[in-house]
């Protein structure tokens, strides 16, 4: 049985929601008005929650999400984190970097970036900041392994239309591959690919998304194609095919938490093992050298063209002929600005940044009371407020004795911290001050991985 990465990581991240009581989102269930934008993992806030992953069709209007910025095509060498910019402090402008962090990405030799999962954190999560609405995307990566744990890389649209291919830790032959329409569950839609380990061996996987068709392929080799029209719904009268203009995501996270869902857990391969032979300087880890996209032009027939810097929604239908392309501004002036608000800035001043301290207009209220800016951050976005861990452990410092600044290991062995304080429950490490980090150490068991790295960059 398969799970769609959203409805899967929405679970994980319902943790933070508890502790909070954040406003939820879903079908039948709008957002506030104060609240406007919910976030891709059902919850309902401000800034950043208005970016990346805001639904329209479950917000409280189709302008509170900022529009998106269109695709481009371009060939992404991930050895350094310079085009990386954290969710606590990217506000819209694609033209400062192609990628948003949730967590703590490393750089490792730079040549690759290490996607990394340390105890009480949920992982790392890189956001593409350019959406794709058909194309081909390839990432060049290995996974990681261990019980409970998950690599992915996927295409998922702003209303949860999705592309998987997915790696579970416990089966390092088999890729997952899956697709949903707007978040509808349907396990009949997933399929395994055999491949070769996938921890010891480098492979690149592609997904060519066609209007019409779409395909997963492995080092080049078409695994398995899908048509639309092989998806068409008789009861709803929809094709169920992803359809609309989606994130490249890459992802490394623990479905097997005992606060997830048994399925999941079961899915997974069991629950974490935190104490795990598998883990290196503290924390697990998969490796991603090299994204590509090129970007395909929109379906034929289509004709809602009235610019060419973004893509929004004129319906909450979600759908092909729904999708504007126009030119839109996809910036917000400050994390308490919104779609329908873009130009609030309680500063005064130049962007407020999540990972300093309270706003002035924020100070004066409590955690509790200040709307969420970042999804996983609690108290307004302010990522300097002490929270707790699913242990009751205080974060806002180091997760072990090395040093940390900002999220950033000073020694080798570091185990890489949330960013100071900001979480509820969980957060995916709470950002990346985008600085280089000590590599993993690795052991006899990763000798073979590391020459399978080497091999492909020499391929490249």
Same mark, same amino acid.
């Given at each position: 049985?398969? &799970? +769609? ?6 679970? @994980? ?7 909070? #009581? ?20 059902? /919850? ?10 805001? *639904?329209?069709? !479950? ?16 060939? =992404? ?12 402090? =990217?506000? %819209? ?6 990628? $948003? ?7 490792? *030799? ?5 996607? @990394? ?13 350019? =959406?794709?609405?058909? %194309? ?45 329409? /707007? ?17 010891? *061996?480098? !492979? ?35 094709? !169920? ?9 890459? +992802? ?11 399925? @999941? ?6 629950? $974490? ?15 991603? +050298? ?20 973004? &893509?929004?929604?004129?319906? #909450? ?48 209220? #409590? ?25 009751? @452990? ?38 990346? +001050? ?20 080497? $091999? ?5």
């Amino acid at each position: 049985m398969r &799970y +769609s990465a959203a409805a899967a990581l929405a679970a @994980t991240f319902s943790l933070a929601s508890a502790a909070g #009581s954040i406003p939820t989102c879903g079908e039948n269930n709008l957002c506030p008005s104060d609240t406007p934008c919910c976030s891709q993992y059902g /919850q309902c806030g401000v800034g950043a929650y208005c970016l990346g992953g805001c *639904n329209p069709r !479950h917000s409280f209007d189709l302008q509170s999400c900022v529009a998106a910025p269109v695709c481009q095509s371009a060939d =992404y060498k991930l050895d350094n984190l310079d085009d990386v910019m954290p969710n606590t402090e =990217y506000l %819209g402008d694609a033209s400062k970097a192609n990628w $948003v962090s949730s967590g703590t990405p490393v750089v490792y *030799n730079n040549e690759a970036i290490l996607l @990394t999962m340390a105890p009480s954190t949920v992982g790392t999560l890189l956001m593409s900041t350019h =959406y794709v609405w058909y %194309g081909q995307i390839s990432a060049t990566m290995t996974t990681s392994q261990g019980a409970g744990v998950v690599t992915a890389f996927i295409l998922m649209s702003d209303v949860q239309d999705e592309i998987d291919f997915e790696f579970v830790g416990v089966d390092l032959e088999s890729a997952q591959s899956n697709f949903y329409f /707007q978040g509808i569950t349907d396990y009949q839609n997933g399929d395994n690919l055999t491949v070769s380990n996938t921890v010891e *061996n480098t !492979h690149t996987y592609t997904i060519d998304w066609q209007p019409d068709s779409l395909s997963w392929s492995i080092d080049g080799n078409v695994m398995r194609t899908l048509n639309r029209n092989d998806t068409y719904n008789s009861t709803t009268q929809q094709y !169920h095919y992803p359809q609309s203009p989606s994130r490249v995501q890459l +992802s490394l996270w623990p479905a097997g938490l005992s606060s997830n869902g048994e399925g @999941t857990i079961q899915w997974s391969g069991g629950l $974490v093992d935190w104490n795990s032979p598998y883990m290196q300087n503290g924390y697990y880890y998969a490796m991603v +050298s090299d994204v590509t996209v090129k970007c395909y032009d929109p379906p034929d027939g289509w004709n809602n063209n009235k610019g060419s810097k973004a &893509y929004y929604y004129d319906s #909450s239908y979600g759908t092909n002929d729904t999708i504007v392309i126009g030119n839109n501004s996809t910036e917000l002036a400050s994390f308490y600005a919104t779609g329908d608000n873009p130009k609030v800035d309680p500063n005064a001043s130049s962007s407020a940044k999540a990972s300093g301290t309270k706003t002035a207009s924020a100070a004066t209220q #409590s955690a509790s009371q200040a709307p969420e800016t970042v999804p996983g951050v609690s108290g307004g976005g302010a990522a300097g407020i002490s929270g707790t861990d699913s242990q009751g @452990t205080a974060q806002g410092g180091s997760a072990n004795s090395g040093s940390s600044d900002s999220g950033t290991n000073s020694a080798a062995g570091a185990q890489p911290s949330s960013q100071a304080g900001g979480s509820t429950s969980f957060s995916q490490g709470g950002g990346s +001050s985008g600085t280089s980090q000590a590599p993993p150490k690795l052991g006899a068991g990763s000798a073979v991985a590391l020459l399978g790295f080497f $091999v492909a960059c020499l391929l490249i």
